[in-house]
């Protein structure tokens, strides 16, 4: 098939790289219908080499993309369908997650300190026993985020002060930090032969280090954690071209668009509106509010991010969200850990055998307690066993715990903005649990749904 009769049969193409926590995919969209022509989705690994520390090996990030670009190609050539048909590139990607390379071997410096690492708990103590009241929301006025081991400042100056390499490279002007989305621009348009060093607004505003009313790297934040502005990367808009990709599979297609996974996701179901919501149930559970050009100061424990820019003179749209570190990762942590689950599906069938007055309480607080309570010291529990107790509790408990901090996070949304939402717009992987979806609307007392479902279908991952 010709070039001329593809593009009659389809149209433009879009593709998507979309790189999470527990897997990277490629996605290759028909730009006219939406529709999801083919992808491929490959597993990517976390290491854990001391209680708290969660690592992702970037060359393995990387190498996993380039997979996905690869096979996905072949499936389409498979469908008779043209590669060159695809216009354009958008990527999405796991958010705070940490990355430190060399500018000139293009070697990482260190593992990538996922975002739920806990290792800069100390850190953090330090930093607010020199901030008066030991207030963690000291910053918040700045950059819209308290002080936390979350966000990517902290994990970036815990590299600096521990790993001689980075601070030799930083010493002889090869030092590059970057979200992963930095890290898969850099290398997608050239690396070390003149590779583009950029993040979108969304990205750089889960660091710490930006300035959330001028979208800029913050003098005063930097100065604040000790940061260098040279290894940082420019922030751009949302919707521009960053550059073209340099590996012949898809040479010279445009990298045109970039946005933080639970950003994406808002804009995924159509929330353009002030006052529309999302939430999404992957590795974590992120709860967006669109909140329009407004820039919205939670006072009970949501965050002020940036929602997107589509384009480099266009109005940000901001948004509060609230951030749960646990929520599928419980399901996984059952199967991996505790053996009750054979696969992640049987937590859906599991819960169908028991009452529903469950009296089993779970408190998933592996990575401490995000919104709205901000506790980076609490531990996991789960209390209310008795002789009776099965693992059908627990399987319950654990889910009924996903449900149950989300509605903490819709009351700290009503409470910041005297709104209660009429429904919530829903997606990841654990929507594919009707009973949990369910259960999350008789809990929070609001329908649940989702936009574009039979989009969503293809692209929720079991495992993310």
Known sequence: MNKNESTSRYGPLVGAIDEGTSSARFLVFAANTAEVLTYHQVAISQSFPREGWVEQDPMEILEAVKECLYQTVFNLRQLTIDPSDIVAIGITNQRETTVVWDSVTGEPLYNAIAWMDMRTTSLVDDILKKVRNQ???YLKPLCGLPISPYFSALKLKWLLQNVPSIQEALDKNRCMFGTIDSWLIWNLTGGTKFGVHATDVTNASRTMLMNITTLKWDSTLLAFFDIPLKILPEIRSSSEIYGYIQDEILAAVPISGCLGDQQAALLGQMCLQKGQAKSTYGTGSFLLYNTG???????????????????????????????????????QWLKDNLGILSHVKESEILIEQIPTDNRVTFVPAFAGLYAPYWRKDASSVICGITEDTNITHIVKAALQAVSFQTKDILEALRKDT???????????????NNLLMQMQADICGIPVGENFRRHILYMNDLNK
């Open 135 to 137: 207030n963690k929301d």
């Open 418 to 432: 005297g709104l209660t939402l009429s429904k919530l717009l829903v997606d990841g992987a654990m929507t594919n």
């Open 293 to 331: 050009t407004a820039i919205v100061d939670s006072s009970h424990g949501l965050l002020t991010t940036v929602a997107y820019q589509l384009g480099p003179q266009a109005t940000p749209i901001y948004a509060l969200e609230g951030s749960v570190a646990i929520a599928g990762a419980v399901i």
